[in-house]
């Protein structure tokens, strides 16, 4: 549903008792994340991930597209993720992109997801060179048995033998203390019984070892009545851009259903302070997933405590 549309709805579940906002949800003056897609692709073809639904035109973010979003937040003390759904290392351009978001703006941090299948040698040493800030590794197990059926199209022995070639340059090169390094991998079932020999391995290797549990994106199985009618707090300080210079309210935004501007025509600032935007935090303020058709079927942090954002809490 369009923000205006929704603002002309009545809809009054019963578990609403009163009018007005029920939380008061701190939202930064400016975005303190921004993703973007700078192509729409992937590597690999997970079973849990989306990415392969994706038919955005174009596949690539213009130059002119990626450089306006950076050059509209400079100074601003933003960190850059320079990926959406995609892989980022598809995207041949990255040691320029890190470059540019780095060059003159001493505030800016880059910061990476990959599955590092792409992460050659060269790649590494450029990306370390250009003053990538985080680099996080997502490796879904410890061993191909494990690794494979959920990281579909992926070699597990060239991301292993790739991702600790960039880990032993890292390191030899002096960029322990000023370069973050993570190996995350998701915990279910089939490889929980390798959480103890991953860490044992990963752990010397790198910054962090991660270990996380599988998430659920919307609109994935979620029924209607099952509603979370809470806040959000990825609206807060994130900001996310398609190729097509769109911008969305959320990472797990797919399919364009919450587009709240475009930066091919307007300015991140403009975006960020929009109606557009104002109307889905304000509707999210008061847990009304229910009425925008993206977080209707999203159960994001329906275990999150949100009482010391309650109106009247202070
Ligand atoms: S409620 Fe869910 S879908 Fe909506 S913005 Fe938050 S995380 Fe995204």
């Given at each position: ?143 191909r048995?494990?690794y494979e ?7 597990f022995d060239?991301v ?155």
């Open positions: 549903m369009r923000p205006d549309a929704a603002r002309d709805r009545n809809i009054q579940p019963a578990r609403f008792e009163g009018p007005g906002a029920r939380w008061r949800m701190p939202v930064a003056a400016r975005p303190r994340f921004i993703q973007l897609e700078t192509v729409t692709k992937c590597n690999a073809k997970c079973p849990f991930c989306p990415q392969n639904e994706i038919v955005r035109d174009p596949a690539r973010m213009p130059e002119a597209t990626w450089k306006k979003i950076v050059d509209d937040t400079r100074g601003w003390g933003v960190t850059y993720r320079p990926f959406l759904t995609n892989e980022p290392f598809v995207d041949n351009r990255m040691p320029q992109i890190v470059r540019y978001i780095k060059e003159n703006d001493p505030t800016a941090r880059v910061e990476f997801n990959t599955n590092g299948e792409l992460l050659t040698e060269k790649l590494g040493a450029e990306l370390l060179d250009a003053g990538v800030d985080i680099m996080r590794f997502s490796i879904d197990g410890f061993s048995e494990t059926p959920s990281r579909v199209g992926i070699d060239r292993m033998s790739r991702v600790q070639r960039f880990l032993e340059m890292w390191d030899a090169g002096g960029h322990r203390d000023r370069v973050f390094t993570e190996v995350r991998m998701i915990e279910v079932p089939e490889n929980a019984h390798e959480v103890t020999a991953y860490r044992e391995f990963w752990g010397p290797r790198c910054s962090e070892v991660v270990i996380t549990s599988l998430y659920q994106w919307p609109w994935t199985g979620q029924k209607p009545e099952d509603v979370v009618l809470k806040p959000c707090l990825k609206i807060l300080d994130e900001m996310f851009f398609y190729t097509n210079g769109k911008a969305t309210i959320c990472c797990w935004d797919v399919h364009e259903k919450a587009v709240i501007g475009d930066v091919t025509t307007q300015s991140v600032q403009e975006i960020w302070e929009g109606y557009a935007a104002r109307c889905l935090r304000a509707l999210l303020d008061d847990g009304r997933r229910d009425l925008i058709h993206l977080c209707s079927r999203c159960n994001a942090y329906q275990d999150f405590d949100f009482g010391k954002f309650a109106v009247g809490s202070d």
